[in-house]
């Protein structure tokens, strides 16, 4: 157990729909990273959060966004979405100091899937 | 730019054989390189980590060197277990803290027993 929860598990819905991913990270963690795993595109980096504030913007998509709450908790919010958008989003935390080393811990992700 | 590559699976080896997945990298200044691990309906476990040139990270029995004059971080385990069968990712983070990693495609291992 890493100690990175995500909710849910699971999610079946509708192109066109909007959905939410929720992410805690672990206890102290002040970093939030979101990844979308797929078939065709691997592991691929959509946003970063550093202690409310985006820190980071990878491969995220306009019709995505995401926030980080004051309990350091985030969500990643999904809209119009495309069969395109089926696959494993995963959340890690990790501390960001001062030191270069950046381990991350990742949660057991939410599978979508979009009919 | 930062990139990995890490060699095509699936990887299909018979309990007690030696593994061996190549991974190479791509990087400006100094990353750190990991080697996590992925089971099947599971998420990502961080199986182990090097953050300075000839470093080795050990874990498990799998062992990987950062080589810098080669840029590569292959992945090895003298007598893989059917328990070891798994999605491998090799991934760097540039050396700023707090970035985002950067991955591999992964390489599927598959061991019979």
């Known amino acids: 157990d890493s100690g990175v929860t995500q909710t849910p598990k699971h999610l079946i819905t509708a192109t066109g729909q909007r959905v939410t991913l929720r992410c805690s990270p672990r206890?102290?963690?002040?970093?939030v990273y979101w990844y979308q795993q797929s078939l065709d595109q691997g592991l691929q980096f959509l946003i970063q959060?550093?202690?409310?504030?985006?820190?980071a913007k990878g491969n995220i998509l306009e019709r995505f966004s995401a926030q980080q709450f004051p309990d350091l908790h985030s969500e990643l919010n999904l809209s119009s979405l495309e069969l395109g958008d089926s696959a494993l989003y995963f959340c890690?935390?990790?501390?960001?100091?001062?030191?270069?080393?950046?381990?991350?811990?990742f949660g057991p992700g939410t599978r979508l899937t979009v009919l | 730019g930062n990139s990995v590559t890490q060699m095509e699976g699936p990887v299909t080896l018979s309990e007690e054989a030696f593994l061996t997945i190549n991974c190479t990298y791509t990087a400006t200044g100094y990353p750190s390189l990991f080697w996590y691990v992925q089971y099947p309906g599971e998420g990502l476990q961080l199986l182990l980590k090097?953050?300075?040139?000839?470093d080795k990270g050990s874990n498990k029995g799998f062992e990987a060197t950062y080589r810098k004059e080669t840029t590569s971080f292959h992945l090895e385990k003298g007598s893989v277990q059917v328990s070891d069968s798994a999605v491998y990712f090799c991934?760097?983070?540039?050396?700023?803290?707090?970035?985002?990693?950067?991955f591999g495609k992964g390489t599927t291992l598959s061991v019979s027993s």
């Open positions: 090097a953050t300075k040139a000839d």
């Open positions: 890690a935390s990790s501390v960001v100091g001062t030191s270069s080393y950046n381990e991350q811990f």
């Open positions: 959060y550093y202690n409310g504030e985006e820190r």
């Open positions: 991934a760097l983070s540039p050396n700023q803290a707090g970035t985002a990693l950067i």
């Open positions: 206890s102290g963690d002040l970093s």
